[in-house]
Nanobody, 121 residues
Framework: QVQVVESGGGSVQAGGSLRLSCATS?????MGWFRQPPGKEREGVAG???????KYSESVKGRFTISKDVANDALLLQMNSLKPEDTAMYYC??????????????????WGQGTQVTVSS
């Protein structure tokens, strides 16, 4: 069983920045960040495979950066130029194998409890 724990959420004004972190207990191959805005479905935000290949949704491309902190074995999501529409519960997901689509939730086996991000205008 792989444990996934997110941290770093909070409240910020539009244009500000936040950094999310995700710690896992297993040898993950692929990891991703997903979010679920109030009253909407979950959507993929960013994914990383084998610590190198990354993919972003169009809504965050150029503003968010996903990366691995190898020294601390953590997944990071640096979020800049935040907008009110980025407000959501953010979830970290992990897989122990290569996934075909890093922004598809069904490809991941392990999920964290989520961390809230609120962006005010």
């Amino acid at each position: 069983q792989v444990q996934v724990v997110e941290s770093g959420g909070g409240s910020v004004q539009a244009g500000g920045s936040l950094r999310l972190s995700c710690a896992t207990s297993g040898n993950t191959v692929c990891m991703g960040w997903f979010r679920q805005p109030p009253g909407k479905e979950r959507e993929g935000v960013a994914g990383i495979m084998s610590d190198t290949y990354t993919k972003y949704s169009e809504s965050v491309k150029g503003r968010f950066t996903i990366s691995k902190d190898v020294a601390n074995d953590a997944l990071l999501l640096q979020m800049n130029s935040l907008k009110p529409e980025d407000t959501a519960m953010y979830y970290c997901a992990a897989a122990l194998r290569w996934v075909s689509e890093p922004l598809r939730g069904a490809d991941y086996n392990y999920w964290g409890q989520g961390t809230q991000v609120t962006v005010s205008s």
